[in-house]
């Protein structure tokens, strides 16, 4: 493309509002340094946040994203409304009319992506969606673009800026789980309804889109074995640092075979790893491929500012590219579907709360055994007899299958006191 590229944007949230601002303070640089002028001329949000007025002065303002299509001449839609519809009818309206579409809307393309991205192989129009995924880490563009030929052997993330925030702040200063939230959310780190984030979807969204790209197959969204933070607590995390471990909300996607395993869940991984390190509203993807070997990308994930960077890249690659230029999004019959969690092959951390007397440990252990399931260390922490203490024990690899089934029957005996505490080591990191 070149010369003028007229930009419209629907929702005005917050990320749609600093990507309006990102568009109009930086026009002139954008214009330098592409050589092409990238013009906000339109907006659409039925309900317009404070200063969006005065923001978009001389900017046409609609309250329906669709009406906007209508009456003005775009050469990218921006999507910023979030689920799956409206947003899901506006993208395959702006891509039958011709128009590019940039989204950070990962629900839809976890659920939707295969029907979006025909609507697009369809149309003369591309799709871009950086932001769906890495926050400002360009991490789309590296599996599509820069990793092309790569043989991708897993992918570990950490891909969701308002719990890792959290989860560094119950780590660093002892917080609960609702003081960090709320802290999370007095930053603008969280939103208002933090479910998505806490219980794990958004991460999930995400690792499905990474893991269809990356090994080129259907991932339903709703096979992906999927758990949040609700339940991690200080003494949880106390544990772990005992044990040598941080616990991070981890996206993991790996080829197993002639299968391809993909789960979200509250990981304990080694603090000598460099995923260990990132804290904070930072995120991170991990990534062992052949033949490029380790990498990793990092980068801000929360916040406005980071997210709305990913969208204004999208819309100055989709100005700066001849058109039907757009890489494939691909799938292929190689693989044999998802894993199932049950054949799941792994550590284990177990916090049990057990009565303090004789012989309990040995009845844990039997159980485990039964299980084919042999512990590498315990930790017991305080004692009190008669009461109930704290037991943690951590196993060799093991079958989620069988630790479940174990697990259960542990839980029914009369010495141990509400459920246990279940947690998944991964390990296969280099060390800084």
Do not use: W
Request: aromatic letters at 4%; proline letters at 4%.
């Amino acid at each position: 493309m070149t010369g003028q590229i007229k930009v419209g944007i629907a929702g005005l949230g917050t990320v749609g509002f600093s990507t309006a601002r990102q568009l109009i303070d930086k026009e002139e640089k954008l214009a330098r340094r592409t050589g092409v002028e990238v013009r906000l001329v339109a907006a659409a949000d039925p309900d317009l946040p404070s200063g969006a007025e005065k923001l978009l002065t001389d900017r046409e303002i609609f309250t329906n994203a669709e009406e906007m299509l209508d009456n003005t001449e775009l050469d990218v839609f921006v999507e910023l409304i979030g689920g799956i519809n409206p947003a899901g009818d506006l993208i395959k309206s702006a891509l039958g009319r011709g128009i590019n579409v940039v989204t950070a809307n990962k629900e839809l393309l976890a659920h939707h992506g295969q029907k979006i991205f025909g609507h697009a192989s369809r149309s003369s129009a591309q799709i871009r969606f950086e932001a769906a995924v890495g926050g400002s880490i360009p991490i789309i563009r590296t599996v599509r673009e820069a990793m092309v030929g790569a043989d991708f052997e897993c992918i570990y993330g950490i891909i969701n800026g308002t719990t890792n925030y959290m989860l560094t702040s119950m780590a660093r200063r002892g917080l609960s789980f609702g003081e960090a939230l709320k802290e999370a959310q007095d930053k603008g780190y969280a939103e208002a309804d933090p479910s998505a984030d806490v219980e794990g979807r958004d991460s999930a969204h995400k690792m499905t889109i990474l893991a269809e790209l990356a090994f080129g197959m259907p991932v339903p969204v709703e096979e992906v074995h999927t758990e949040g933070i609700n339940l991690i607590t200080p003494s949880i995390i106390e544990d772990a640092e005992r044990l040598n471990y941080s616990i991070k909300l981890l996206g993991i996607a790996k080829k197993i075979g002639e299968k391809v395993d993909v789960r979200v869940h509250p990981t304990l991984i080694p603090d000598s790893s460099a995923l260990a390190a990132v804290n904070c509203e930072y995120n991170a993807v991990y990534i062992q491929s052949d033949p490029t070997g380790s990498s990793m990308l990092y980068g801000k994930g929360a916040g406005g500012p980071s997210t709305a960077g990913a969208v204004v890249s999208d819309i100055v690659s989709l100005a700066t590219v001849e058109p039907n230029s757009q890489p494939s999004i691909y799938y292929s019959d190689s693989s044999e579907g998802l894993v199932s969690t049950s054949e799941l092959s792994t550590r284990y951390y177990l916090r049990l709360n057990a009565t303090d007397k004789p012989g309990v440990l040995a009845k844990v252990t039997k159980i485990l055994g039964e299980h084919r399931i042999s512990i590498e260390t315990v930790l017991q922490r305080g004692r009190s007899a008669g009461e109930l203490v704290p037991v943690v024990l951590t196993t060799h690899r093991a079958r989620e299958g069988s630790i479940q089934d174990a697990v259960d029957k542990i839980s029914q005996l009369d010495v141990i006191g509400r459920k246990p505490k279940l947690l998944r080591i991964e390990e296969d990191f280099e060390s800084e």
